[in-house]
Nanobody, 124 residues
Framework: QVRLVESGGGLVQAGRSTRLSCAAS????????MAWFRQAPGKEHEFVAS???????YYADSVKGRFTISRDNAKNTMYLQMNSLKPEDTAVYYC??????????????????WGQGTQVTVSS
């Protein structure tokens, strides 16, 4: 059982930046596809970005050019650098992992493991 723990986020002004981290409990993290999803109040889970085991990335159109997903396999950690934040980015952000490491994880139903979530609030 892989445990995922998010950190970072908090209250950020619009236009500013912040970085989220997702630490995995096991080195098998290196073989997984990883992703960030988010859920705003009253809305469904939304895909944000994914990175596969080889480091290839895939983004939702809503964040493309503003967010960057990356991973440090030596630290068993994934990151989400969030720039030019907008109030509509306000949500609970969740990291997720799939044992199918070669594919992107863009559908929440395909995730095998989830973190507990971290709140990001962007003030206007």
């Amino acid at each position: 059982q892989v445990r995922l723990v998010e950190s970072g986020g908090g209250l950020v002004q619009a236009g500013r930046s912040t970085r989220l981290s997702c630490a995995a409990s096991e080195p098998t993290f290196n073989n997984y596809a990883m992703a960030w999803f988010r859920q705003a109040p009253g809305k469904e889970h939304e895909f944000v970005a994914s990175i596969n085991w080889s480091g290839s990335t895939y983004y939702a159109d809503s964040v493309k050019g503003r967010f960057t997903i990356s991973r440090d396999n030596a630290k068993n950690t994934m990151y989400l650098q969030m720039n030019s934040l907008k109030p509509e980015d306000t949500a609970v952000y969740y990291c997720a992992a799939s044992i199918v490491g070669s594919s992107f994880l863009s559908e929440q139903g395909r995730a095998d493991y989830w973190g507990q979530g971290t709140q990001v609030t962007v003030s206007s």
